[in-house]
Structure formats: C-alpha cells, structure tokens
C-alpha cells in the first residue's frame, strides 16, 4: 500500500504537475496524448545530453590532433543575416578569436571564467593536457588585400586590438605565440605588436598559437624553394640532398614542433581550403561544417574532434 501511495506521489510530482503547468502557461489541452509527448520530449532531452557528455568523457580516452587548424569563415554572412554591416561581423568573429585562443588550451571548468558569455570549452576536460599542442587559425589570406579598404583597415584595427588586450593572457597561460606570413603589407604599428608577442612568448612550451595574417599556401612554398636556391648557390647544400624535409625546414610553420596539422577545420560551409597550408595538409583530415564562424563554438568543437577520431589516417598505406 504504501508502495503504491508512493508510486502514486512520484508520478505526480514528475510528470501530471509539470504537465498541469506547462498546459496551462502554453495553453494546451491537458490529455493523456500530451502527457506522453511530454514525457517524450523530457527524455529526448535528457538523452541529446547523455550523449554530449559521453562525446567528451569519449575524447579522453581516444587520441586528439597534435595540430589543429581552423579557417575562420563566415563573419560577413552572419552579418549579412543580422543586418548588420561588415564590420560588425568582423568584430563577432574577432570576439570568437578572443575566447577560443585561450578557452581551447584550457579546456576545463574554470571558476573565474564562468560568467564569460558562451564559455567554450566547460566541462571538456583538458584538450592539450591529453597531446594537442598547437592551433593554426588562418585570419587573414593574401587574398584578402583585394577586398574594400575600409574593411581592410577594420580587420588591422581588429587584429591591433588582439594582441593588445590578450598578451596578458598569453603569458598567463604560457601560451606561445607565432605569426605567419608576409608581414611587409602590414602596419608597421601591427608590426610592433606582434614582435612583442612573440618575443614575449617565445619561451613557452606545450601550447602553441599560430596566426596566419597575410598567408599565401603558393608563396610560402615559393619562398622556401628561393631559400632553398639560394643556399645551394652559396654551396651551402648540394642539390641531391634536397628532400622534404629541407622544405619542411624552410616552410614558415618551422616555427611548430608539429608542422603539419592533422585536423583542419573550415567554417560557414566552403568546401576548399583557400590556398592555407598546401604543402602541409597533404594528409590533414579536412572538416566542414555549415556553422559561421562566430558561431562555432562548444559543441561544434566537440564534434570536429568526435569526427577526427573515428577517422582511419592510413597516410597512403593500407591498413
């Protein structure tokens, strides 16, 4: 009986009550038939969340990328789509830049940051504790000099704005800092700043942050190849001595411990990689998805590296 009463007072307290409530908040006929769908839609729920924490519990104990890169694409449509200019969806993928730097090498829940807007990376574990020690982001391309002037200059401006407020937190977090490109277009007061930086930065190990600003895939090979042409004209090397792994000395990524990234992520749903890293994503598994960049956040992290790991890397060899 009392087993019964006690069935009886559960059932009401978790599902006829809230059921009750939501029926009359929403203003839906109170029937059996939306009592289950109730009951439905709160295990659905419960489950989408069981998963989620399964993928990352999952991650733990599967291997993650020592390199990961990123192209940020999409701030002008999430602009476009808001009604806001520009600018304004360069701001937004800057802001995304600013918080995935850092959240993504400290993947855990991390007090003093919880009432940061869309934290990325809580109750992740630690990503780069686990083998990922570097991040390429691909934030502005030679390309991208022919777009309007005034964008152009808002994107420097964006970028003098990055290294200023997040050095800090860089050496805070001992994070390393490298910039990549052609950086003879750039201005000089950007110039500064970065020289800072990495000079400020360039003690750290074990977490690694790359910045291609002004990168060309084409001109990075044409210059190590100049090199390259320059030393065997000295004597320096000898022409039968030249292999991949003098190029891979002379690419600007010899900046990394792991040069080649294994993972490579492009946002807003282009399907190329936009002449980044083309001599070192020759086996790099390549990732898209639809997500805009100043939206991809959490979850669309978890999931690249959930997509990463069920990939079988064969690197040409069958396995």
């Known amino acids: 009986m009392v087993s019964l009463f006690s069935i009886i007072v559960t059932f009401l307290a978790l599902v006829l009550i809230p059921s009750l409530f939501i029926s009359r908040r929403l203003s839906v006929p109170l029937s059996f038939r939306n009592i289950l769908r109730f009951v439905k839609l709160t295990a659905s729920k419960y489950n989408d969340e069981e998963e989620r924490n399964d993928k990352r519990d999952t991650m733990e104990e599967k291997r993650l990328p020592k390199h990961v890169a990123i192209i940020l694409d999409g701030n002008r449509r999430w602009a476009q789509k808001r009604g806001l200019g520009t600018f304004e969806g360069h701001k937004a993928g800057?802001?995304?830049?600013?918080?995935?730097?850092?959240?993504?090498?400290?993947?855990?829940?991390?007090?003093?940051?919880?009432?940061?807007?869309?934290?990325?990376?809580?109750?992740?574990k630690d990503c780069f504790d686990m083998g990922t020690n570097t991040l390429?982001?691909?934030?502005f391309s030679t390309e991208n000099w022919a777009r309007p002037e005034d964008e152009v200059n808002g994107l420097m401006s964006l970028f003098e704005e990055y290294f200023t407020s997040e050095l800090p937190v860089f050496k805070r977090e001992k994070i390393k800092i490298s910039v990549i490109g052609n950086r003879t277009r750039i201005?000089?007061?950007?110039?500064?700043?970065?020289?800072?930086?990495?000079?400020?930065?360039?003690?750290?190990?074990g977490k690694h942050l790359i910045?291609?600003?002004?990168?060309?895939?084409?001109?990075d090979i044409l210059q190590a190849c100049k090199n390259i042409a320059e030393k065997a004209k000295n004597g320096l090397i000898q022409v039968e001595d030249i292999d991949e792994s003098v190029i891979d000395k002379e690419l600007m990524t010899n900046c990394s411990e792991f040069p080649n990234p294994d993972l490579l992520i492009?946002?807003?749903?282009?399907?190329?990689?936009?002449?980044?890293?083309?001599?070192?994503?020759?086996?790099t598994e390549l990732y898209f998805t639809n997500v805009l960049w100043p939206d991809f956040g959490e979850d669309e992290f978890v999931d690249a590296l959930t997509w990463y790991q069920q990939r079988q890397r064969r690197f040409g060899r069958r396995v």
């Open 94 to 124: 800057a802001r995304r830049l600013m918080e995935s730097a850092k959240d993504w090498f400290n993947m855990k829940t991390n007090t003093s940051h919880k009432d940061r807007a869309r934290k990325l990376m809580e109750n992740t």
């Open 136 to 139: 390429s982001l691909f934030a």
């Open 187 to 205: 201005p000089q007061s950007l110039q500064v700043l970065i020289k800072e930086a990495e000079e400020a930065t360039s003690s750290y190990e």
């Open 211 to 219: 910045l291609a600003i002004d990168y060309s895939g084409k001109f």
């Open 266 to 283: 492009r946002t807003s749903g282009e399907q190329r990689i936009s002449n980044f890293f083309l001599w070192q994503s020759a086996y």
